[in-house]
């Protein structure tokens, strides 16, 4: 039966009628014949039509909203708080989760953003040289900054300095996405020789921002250019801060309204990098497209290295504990005391060595950790990638519940959940099946595959080696299950790697008054002696506090999420949602990974 032509378009109907004039039986026309009256093809043609009429008259498209991708998270989210048991609930779920359908809707929004629009090459130097050539810009006085060195005003999103070497005011910087910066005529390095009429000549940057101060409506500058210093094109870096900046309380920013606040774990795309001292940036998924102030890696790892020579018996603000020491023995003095003369990293304090069976690297290297300076780390997406879900890394102070809430979490899901089973260099019991509760093997075998880095932590007890290999966490990986983990700190290390890509959450106790009150109600049971069971002793609880802030301080540039463990049914709830949200949304991970 052939297809209705109803309402199909005139200049395909006669293209059909033309074809089937043709006295032929070939096998291109009985083809084309076939092509031109398919349904999909005359959609097409439609579609073309509406466009090029709606071009014709001038008609411009407009996306009805820019940010699909983040609705679509949102979405997500909502899901994961509730479970429908229905087909079309599961169905799209699945679609929503699909890398294709938000690489989709990702291109959308950059396409609805004009994410697109190509930079124009610097405009090429025609002047005399004899001639000293000058431009006049007029821009609409705005609440942007434009300052000094030591003050600023909001009036154009630049600021100017003094030049040092011939005294004149110059465009000591334009601040991306500001009006001086969309205007495309304003440069650093430009000399400013007017505004509004007004000669600039022996005057100071302030007496400069006193004149556009007390200017209304638009102002106008007359500018000598400085060639070859155009505007640079905005780079496309995203870094996650690992310290928080307030450029109120910095003193020795150029303008304090041109600075960029943001705290610890924001993203920030890094549009300009030309200072060495400052670079601009603006917090991503912000709409304010002005970028602001914020000190450079180099300036900040000064700040940071200068301080901890200042004070090198504090922990990010806090006293130290005490001297480093061996894998394993612990601390012995009950009060804090002072670290080594080459400032190490500091352990914390214990009243008595207790015998407990636990496993990390027996290399602790806390000398290197003490020399990390986190600044900014550069990251970019990683997107849920099916049958590979990243491991989930509990990591905490002993004591302070992280294996109560691995063991909760994998109850909730035991087919889902899973911990690898460690490997051990002790005689297998009649009782035990290989595999099963541990994998055993013989201490020489195990002694080599740690030196060749096969482990991600190791320990020894009692004679035998027990340690947690890279392969296990791989094979639990790649069978789309999600692999749990809460080894001791000093295996991040080994772990935060491109090859495993772990998703790492920072158990945090509550303040020390909390954690005696909930630990107490709940009769929680000391996990520092092995041998009875008892409460746990007020010196306990400090060192759960102490410990908890020497691992923040040594590796919290590692951490992608923190739980403060107060009440732990809602310490499990939250950790759900994480490893929800780490199976199905795009998240922020070194840049290395991606690559």
């Keep these: 039966m052939e297809t209705s032509t109803e309402n199909w378009d005139p200049a395909l109907t006669r293209l059909l009628s033309s074809l089937k004039e043709v006295q032929s039986n070939g096998e291109d026309v009985a083809f084309l014949n076939e092509l031109l009256q398919s349904k999909q093809l005359h959609a097409l043609v439609q579609v073309h039509n509406k466009i090029v009429a709606a071009q014709c008259k001038d008609d411009k498209f407009y996306p009805l909203l820019s940010n699909a991708m983040q609705v679509t998270l949102e979405v997500l989210?909502?899901?994961?708080?509730?479970?429908?048991?229905?087909?079309?609930?599961?169905?799209?779920?699945?679609?929503?989760?699909?890398?294709?359908?938000?690489?989709?809707?990702?291109?959308?929004?950059?396409?609805?953003q004009k994410d697109y629009y190509p930079h124009l090459p610097d405009i090429p130097q025609d002047a005399d040289e004899e001639e000293e050539t000058v431009k006049i810009v007029q821009l609409v006085k705005s609440d942007e900054p434009l300052g000094g060195a030591q003050s600023a005003e909001p009036i154009v999103g630049a600021t100017i300095k003094t030049d040092e070497e011939t005294g004149k005011i110059v465009i000591a910087r334009v601040m991306h996405g500001g009006a001086a910066d969309r205007s495309g005529l304003i440069h650093a390095g430009d000399e400013v020789i007017e505004v509004n009429g007004i000669s600039v000549e022996n005057k100071t940057p302030a007496d400069v921002l006193t004149i556009l101060q007390n200017s209304e409506g638009t102002i106008t500058f007359k500018l000598v250019p400085s060639f070859g210093k155009g505007g640079s094109r905005e780079s496309k870096v995203r870094v996650r801060a690992l310290f928080n900046y307030n450029p109120a309380e910095d003193p020795y920013i150029p303008c304090k309204e041109a600075g960029l606040s943001f705290k610890k774990g924001d993203i920030l795309h890094i549009v300009s990098q030309d200072d060495a001292y400052w670079w601009q940036a603006r917090r991503e998924g912000d709409r304010i497209m002005r970028a602001g102030l914020i000190p450079s890696r180099a300036l900040q790892e000064g700040r940071i290295l200068h301080d901890r020579q200042t004070d090198p018996q504090t922990l990010d603000g806090k006293p130290a504990l005490c001297s480093p020491s061996t894998a394993n023995t612990d601390c012995a003095p009950k009060t804090p005391c002072s670290p080594t003369p080459n400032a190490t990293a500091l352990l914390p304090c214990k009243s008595t060595p207790k015998v407990k069976k636990i496993i990390y690297d027996i290399k602790e290297n806390d000398d290197f950790d003490r020399e990390m300076v986190p600044t900014y780390e550069e990251v970019a997406r990683l997107y849920p990638r099916p049958g590979f879900v990243r491991p989930i890394v509990l990591v905490g102070a002993p004591g302070v519940g992280r294996n109560e809430l691995r063991r909760r979490l994998i109850a909730t899901d035991p087919e889902k959940y899973v911990t690898p089973v460690p490997y051990t260099s002790r005689a297998q019991k009649p009782s035990e099946q290989s595999g099963k509760e541990y994998v055993f093997v013989t201490r020489?075998?195990?002694?080599?595959?740690?030196?060749?880095?096969k482990f991600i932590e190791h320990g020894e007890y009692k004679g035998n080696l027990y340690g947690t290999s890279a392969e296990s966490v791989e094979t639990i990986v790649n069978t789309g299950r999600v692999c749990v983990l809460s080894p001791h700190w000093q295996a991040l290390k080994m772990l935060r790697t491109p090859r495993l890509r772990p998703y790492i959450v920072f158990i945090k106790p509550p303040p020390l008054e909390k954690l005696v009150d909930t630990r107490t109600a709940a009769n929680a049971r000391s996990t520092?002696?092995?041998?009875s069971s008892r409460a746990f002793t007020e010196e306990e609880f400090n060192d759960i506090i102490r410990s908890s802030n020497r691992i923040n301080f040594l590796y919290g540039y590692m951490f992608d999420e923190e739980i403060v463990n107060e009440d732990l049914a809602r310490a499990l709830t939250q950790l759900l949602k994480m490893a929800w949200k780490v199976q199905s949304e795009p998240l922020w991970v070194p840049a290395s990974w991606v690559q």
Aim: proline share 2%.
């Design 77 to 112: 989210e909502m899901f994961g708080e509730v479970v429908i048991a229905s087909k079309e609930y599961q169905e799209l779920l699945s679609l929503l989760q699909k890398p294709h359908f938000q690489a989709i809707l990702c291109t959308h929004d950059a396409v609805a």
């Design 444 to 453: 020489e075998k195990m002694e080599q595959d740690i030196s060749d880095g």
């Design 528 to 531: 520092f002696d092995k041998e």
